[in-house]
C-alpha cells in the first residue's frame, strides 16, 4: 500500500512561480513512473507530466511545456513539479499519481494523492 502526500499549493498572482511536492511511502517508489494531473470544475482531468523511473525520461502537456518541470529525489521517495509563469488557465486541483510497471500495467496509475489546490489570479 502506497500513500502519496502532497504540498505546496496556494495562491499566487500571474506570472508567479510554485513548486508542488509529492511525499510517497514504502520502499518500491524508485520503480514507479510518476505523474501529475489537474482537474477544474466542470472539465475533465488532463495529464499535466510524468517522468521514469530513474528520471531520464519526461513527458509534458503542450499547455505546460517550457514552463512546468518536473524531477524526482529517489532517495526522499519524492517528486515535483516546478511551475513557473503560471496563468490563470492553471487555476485546478492537482494530482500527484505513481504508476506501478508490475501492477496493471504502465499508464495504469495505481495510487493517488489527495490533491492540493492552485489558484492563479490575474
Known amino acids: 500500500q502506497v500513500q502519496l502526500v502532497e504540498s505546496g499549493g496556494g495562491l499566487v498572482q500571474a506570472g508567479d512561480s510554485l513548486r508542488l511536492s509529492c511525499a510517497a511511502s514504502?520502499?518500491?517508489?524508485?520503480?514507479?513512473?510518476m505523474g501529475w494531473f489537474r482537474q477544474s470544475p466542470g472539465k475533465e482531468r488532463e495529464f499535466v507530466a510524468r517522468?521514469?523511473?530513474?528520471?531520464?525520461?519526461?513527458y509534458y502537456a503542450e499547455s505546460v511545456k517550457g514552463r512546468f518541470t518536473i524531477s524526482r529525489d529517489n532517495a526522499k521517495n519524492t517528486v515535483y513539479l516546478q511551475m513557473n509563469s503560471l496563468k490563470p488557465e492553471d487555476t485546478a486541483v492537482y494530482y500527484c499519481?505513481?504508476?506501478?510497471?508490475?501492477?496493471?500495467?504502465?499508464?495504469?496509475?495505481?495510487?493517488w494523492g489527495q490533491g492540493t489546490q492552485v489558484t492563479v489570479s490575474s
Open positions: 499519481a505513481a504508476d506501478d510497471p508490475v501492477g496493471a500495467g504502465l499508464g495504469e496509475y495505481e495510487y
Open positions: 517522468i521514469s523511473s530513474v528520471g531520464v525520461r519526461k
Open positions: 514504502g520502499r518500491t517508489f524508485t520503480r514507479y513512473v
